[in-house]
C-alpha cells in the first residue's frame, strides 16, 4: 500500500461489440486490461487467479500484454478474462446459462432491485429472474446456527467455499469478500457492504459459486486492515480476522494510504458481523487447518511459488524496462519484497486456521 491510490495511468475495458452486438474476439466481448496501478510487483494478480484455479474455484484467466495505441508504447498491462456468460458457459459445460451476480451479497436488507442491478446475464429487460437470489437471501436471514448446513445445502457448495476462503486468506486479500467498507460515525456503521466478486448459479446443481475479481490489492505483509498473527498490528491492523469471534459491531477507522487523510479514513465492519460468513465458519471450521497445511505444502509452497514469480518476472522484464510509468529498481525490489513476505504470510495462515479467538 502507501500510495496505491495515485495512479500513473488507468485501467483499460475494450468492449468488442459496442457497436455491432455479434462482434467477438476469438469468442470474447469484453477483455479487461488492467494497469496493476496498486501493485509495485504486477504479480499480484497473476498469481492470486492462478492459485484460486489451484483449488478448483473458477477465475479469470491472465496474459501480459504490451499496449500500443496508435503506434505509442502505453506499457505493460495485464489483460484479464471478463466474467460474463462466456466465462460461465466455459467453465460449466451444459449449465452455463444460469445467473451471474456482481458484487451483491445475500444478507438482510438486499432487495430485488439490488439484485437486478447486479445480474449481470440474462438481463434483458422485461425476463430477468432473481428469484433464485431472493431465495437464497431468504434462507440466509431465516437460518439459524443448529440448521444452517441444511439450510444452506440447496444454495452452496460448503466445501468449495472452505477452499475459498483458504485462497483468499492466503493472499491477504484485503479488498475482497471479508472487507466491509462502510462509513462509521460514532460507534455506528452505516451501509458496510463488500465486493470483487460474482456469484454464479450453476444450472444444474442449483448452487451458488463464488467467483474472485480484482486480486491486485493482495500479498501485503502485514495485511493492511486485518490483524496479522492472531493480534491487531500497528495503527493499521485493527479488525479482527476470519478467527475471531466478535460481539460488537461497531466497526473501526483505519487508515492505510495517503488518500486516506482527505476522507478521515475508511469504516470497516467486523467481518462476524455478517450472518452469512458468521455461520458459515462454524459450519467448516474444522476443516480449516487441514486445508490449509494442504495448501501451503501445495500450491502455496515456498519452491513453486518462487519458481512462478521467477518465470513471470523474466516475461515481463524487457516491458518492465520500456514502461515509463514503472521505476524499474522499485519493481524489483518489490518483487524481491514478495518473495520474501511469503514465508510471512504462510505462518499468519496456519495461526489463523488453527485458532478460534473470542473477544
Known amino acids: 500500500y502507501g500510495g496505491m491510490d495515485i495512479c500513473a495511468k488507468f485501467s483499460l475495458k475494450i468492449d468488442f461489440n459496442e457497436y455491432r452486438s455479434s462482434n467477438r474476439l476469438h469468442g470474447l466481448k469484453k477483455l479487461n486490461l488492467h494497469a496493476m496501478a496498486a501493485d509495485p510487483t504486477k504479480l499480484h ?32 498491462y495485464l489483460a484479464v478474462e471478463q466474467v460474463d456468460g462466456r466465462f460461465t458457459k466455459d467453465r460449466f459445460p451444459g449449465s452455463g446459462d444460469g445467473n451471474l451476480y456482481k458484487q451483491v451479497w445475500p444478507s438482510k436488507g438486499k432487495t430485488k432491485s439490488d439484485f437486478v442491478q447486479a445480474l449481470e446475464t440474462n438481463d434483458d429487460p422485461g425476463l430477468m429472474d432473481v428469484s433464485d437470489m431472493l431465495a437464497f437471501r431468504d434462507a440466509v436471514v431465516k437460518t439459524q446456527a443448529g440448521t444452517f448446513a441444511a439450510d444452506m445445502a440447496p444454495f452452496l457448495d460448503l466445501d468449495a467455499l472452505a477452499r475459498y476462503i483458504v485462497v483468499d486468506r492466503a493472499i491477504a486479500n484485503f479488498d475482497g469478500i471479508f472487507a466491509w467498507y462502510g462509513v462509521k460515525i460514532g460507534n ?11 456469484w454464479y448459479r450453476d444450472e444444474i446443481s442449483g448452487r451458488f459459486v463464488l467467483i474472485p475479481w480484482d486480486l491486485d490489492k493482495t500479498f501485503i505483509y502485514p ?15 485493527i479488525v479482527p480476522n476470519w478467527n475471531v469471534v466478535t460481539g460488537s459491531c461497531a466497526g473501526y477507522t483505519v487508515n492505510f494510504d495517503p488518500g486516506d487523510l482527505a476522507i478521515g479514513g475508511y469504516g470497516v465492519q467486523e467481518m462476524d458481523c455478517d450472518k452469512l460468513l458468521k455461520l458459515l465458519r462454524s459450519a467448516i471450521w474444522s476443516q480449516m487447518a487441514p486445508l ?31 514502461d515509463t510509468t514503472i521505476d524499474v529498481q522499485h519493481w524489483q525490489n518489490a518483487v524481491d519484497g514478495l518473495l520474501d513476505d511469503l514465508p510471512l504470510h504462510r505462518e499468519n495462515l496456519t495461526l489463523m486456521m488453527s485458532e478460534l479467538i473470542e473477544l
Do not use: C
Request: charged share 20%.
Open 223 to 237: 495485511e493492511p486492515i486485518f490483524w496479522s498473527k492472531n493480534k491487531p498490528w500497528n495503527k493499521h491492523g
Open 188 to 198: 455506528t456503521m452505516l451501509g458496510a457492504y463488500n465486493h470483487n466478486y460474482y
Open 45 to 76: 494478480e497473476v498469481l492470486g487467479y492462478g492459485l484460486f484455479r489451484s483449488q478448483d474455484i473458477p477465475a479469470s484467466r491472465t496474459a501480459y500484454v504490451q499496449l500500443e495505441i496508435n503506434g505509442v508504447n502505453q506499457g505493460l
Open 292 to 322: 490449509a497445511k494442504e495448501f501451503i505444502e501445495g500450491p502455496y509452497a515456498q519452491q513453486g511459488m518462487a519458481t512462478a514469480i521467477a518465470r513471470y518476472r523474466g516475461l515481463i522484464e524487457t516491458t518492465v524496462a520500456k
